[in-house]
């Protein structure tokens, strides 16, 4: 089925103003392709570093491109949950690799960095960046040029955009991403919310809230909860990066295991050496970004791919905007209640039906190109499927069920939850920013208040806790964009701002900073550009000015006359204290050539986004 009018529509605009970055790429990497899976350009010396370890048989097979070599990129360290189970990842992919008559090495290792461990510390000055830096990373492995294909092992917050940005770099080489999954379901995420209400009234113990946590993150796996890094894996899939029915299976299970083999196999089987050569760069086009931003607003995912979708498709050619992925909300119903967005976590969602239900019922109503090419072949509807373990022990896959297990958590298209996705951009005269609506009841969706103004988040958690937030009012956190201290995300904002809520107050947050999937029933206007740093008109908001915030008309006013506001001057702030400390001075150079968050907060430039936005 081809995708709806209005569908198109908007992927032919993106393809229209992409069109010269587009086929500049395009030909960079049809020139790459001349020179890969040909070993042969290497000098000898070359060739003997680079295959030193390997069997004297894998020597042989690879001085003379006998065989297809996998490289691998991947984010294991064992502190953090999300990435412990690809410990083991290596060993079965080069065995599945020596199965399918191919060779596996790990071409390199990226940082991986956890936004809920760094949540409101120094630390999470650097998260943002850490993107590009991952994207770096995977450069240097896959720069030796002894590789016919790649997998990325990568699953959270920045790991996944940057590998795709490593991946769609280095286009000329087939890529598959292989997941890890999510950890068991804990202490449900409501409850887990509770608790940090009380413990922020003083009503509960640190004890206390410790427990909950302990029992909600409690073993391998990604968090359960629809953020961002649950959200990459959604991506991954519906833009055919992974192999169908490959995103929510629990690590440490048979299947999971199944799931990685198969994908080693598959990536081997599309190198040049073979007749299904599949370059990245040239499989992921306009319709799989389109069909990915369709999905987050499908499932109700993370405010932080309204800056990552940007960069990952400027890394391809590809001009995206937040107009774009706003009109594409207005297009897509939302089909997924998952926590913040309703109390079950992404095992219910899986369990319900998961991805290959809700891509089978956008394809049937046109919402998704089903002409993409994906890693498993032409087109999406082989993604319609559930993926489950064979008797053999491999992967077997059956058509998606017609019913969702639990319409309270997965809806057919007919039952939407709401007939939009949710992901909106503000305009007005405080510059562009986003609001994530899923979360939030209608009633509380426009506001008009006055405005309590901060220059971090703990200034307006003290104010908290010395009882002055009273009344209605919408705070403002500025200085905490790109430029100003890396964009941290502001997650300890959503706990204090939900007990004033809870209360009975109308409040809301306007911010330069990030507030990630984490954003919830507080209506949040964040990623407001320009920055403040930048002398953006968040920098001239005075205490207790009368700021509106509509989320219907999608608008983002102060309400002080034209004439005034522009004459004021811009505050400024002592950012001293951003730039030392937690390896924060080694990033000073990130925070220079940062790009908007309009254009994918990017250090590297994004032409493409400049470009769309001329």
């Not at 086929?23 to 003997?48: D, F, K, P, Q």
């Not at 286009?171 to 804990?186: K, N």
């Not at 409850?191 to 946590?213: C, D, I, N």
């Not at 102060?558 to 080694?586: C, K, Q, T, Y």
Request: glycine share 12%.
């Amino acid at each position: 089925m081809t995708a709806r009018r209005d569908i198109e529509a908007i992927t032919e605009r993106i393809r229209q103003r992409s069109r010269p970055g587009r086929e500049a790429y395009l030909g960079r990497i049809a020139e790459a392709s001349n020179r890969t899976a040909n070993r042969a350009v290497l000098s000898c010396g070359n060739l003997a570093h680079g295959f030193a370890v390997c069997s004297p048989s894998e020597k042989v097979a690879l001085g003379g491109d006998r065989v297809p070599n996998l490289g691998i990129i991947t984010s294991y360290n064992d502190m953090l949950s999300a990435h412990q189970p690809f410990e083991t990842f290596p060993a079965l992919i080069k065995d599945a690799a020596r199965e399918a008559g191919g060779i596996a090495q790990v071409a390199g290792g990226v940082p991986a960095m956890c936004d809920g461990v760094t949540q409101g510390q120094p630390g999470m000055e650097l998260s943002l960046f850490s993107r590009d830096v991952i994207a770096m990373a995977a450069a240097i492995g896959l720069s030796h040029n002894m590789f016919d294909a790649a997998v990325y092992l990568g699953v959270c917050d920045k790991i996944v955009p940057g590998l795709v940005i490593a991946a769609l770099t280095f286009g000329h080489l087939p890529a598959v991403f292989i997941p890890a999954g999510p950890m068991t379901t804990g202490l449900p995420n409501d409850e887990k919310a509770k608790v940090r209400q009380l413990y922020a009234e003083g009503k509960a113990g640190r004890a206390e809230l410790l427990e909950a946590e302990s029992k909600s993150y409690h073993g391998p796996g990604t968090c359960t909860f629809y953020g961002t890094a649950n959200s990459n894996q959604m991506l991954m899939e519906i833009m055919g990066l992974h192999t169908p029915g490959a995103s929510f299976v629990n690590p440490g299970t048979p299947l999971r295991d199944a799931l990685t083999r198969e994908a080693t196999k598959r990536a081997l089987a599309i190198t040049a050496l073979g007749n299904a050569y599949t370059p990245v760069g040239r499989m992921i086009d306009e319709r799989s970004f389109v069909n990915g931003i369709a999905g987050l607003h499908a499932t109700g995912g993370s405010t932080n791919h309204t800056i990552h979708l940007i960069a990952m498709a400027a890394a391809a050619g590809i001009a995206i905007t937040w107009q774009d992925i706003s009109d594409l909300s207005e297009a897509v119903p939302l089909l997924a209640r998952v926590y913040p967005n309703g109390l079950a976590d992404v095992n219910h969602f899986h369990a319900a039906g998961g991805l290959g239900f809700l891509i089978r019922e956008l394809l049937d109503e046109g919402i998704l190109h089903e002409d993409i090419q994906t890693v498993w072949g032409e087109g999406l509807r082989p993604y319609a499927v559930e993926a489950k373990l064979g008797a053999d022990g491999g992967v077997v896959r059956e058509a998606s069920p017609r019913e969702s297990g639990d319409e309270k958590v997965l809806a057919p298209f007919k039952k939407a939850f709401q007939p939009t996705g949710g992901l909106k951009m503000l305009s007005g005269n405080l510059g562009h920013a986003v609001i994530k609506t899923s979360a939030v009841k209608p009633e509380r969706r426009i506001i008009e208040a006055p405005a309590k103004v901060f220059d971090s988040q703990q200034g307006l958690n003290e104010a908290f806790k010395a009882g002055t937030l009273t009344g209605d009012f919408i705070a403002v956190i500025r200085f905490q964009g790109p430029k100003a201290n890396g964009m941290p995300e502001l997650h300890k904002l959503t706990t204090v701002l939900g007990v004033l809520q809870d209360r009975g107050q109308h409040v809301a947050l306007v911010t330069d900073g990030r507030m990630s999937g984490a954003s919830g029933k507080v209506p949040a206007a964040i990623h407001v550009t320009p920055e403040a740093v930048e002398d953006g008109p968040i920098a001239r908001i005075h205490e207790g000015d009368i700021i509106r915030l509509d989320a219907n008309a999608g608008t983002l006013e102060v309400l002080v006359p034209a004439g005034d506001f522009a004459l004021r001057r811009a505050a400024d702030s002592d950012l001293v204290a951003n730039e030392f400390g937690f390896g924060r001075e080694l990033f000073a150079g990130f925070r220079q050539m940062v790009g908007r968050a309009d254009h994918g907060a990017s250090a590297f430039g994004n032409n493409a986004a400049e470009f769309a936005l001329q």
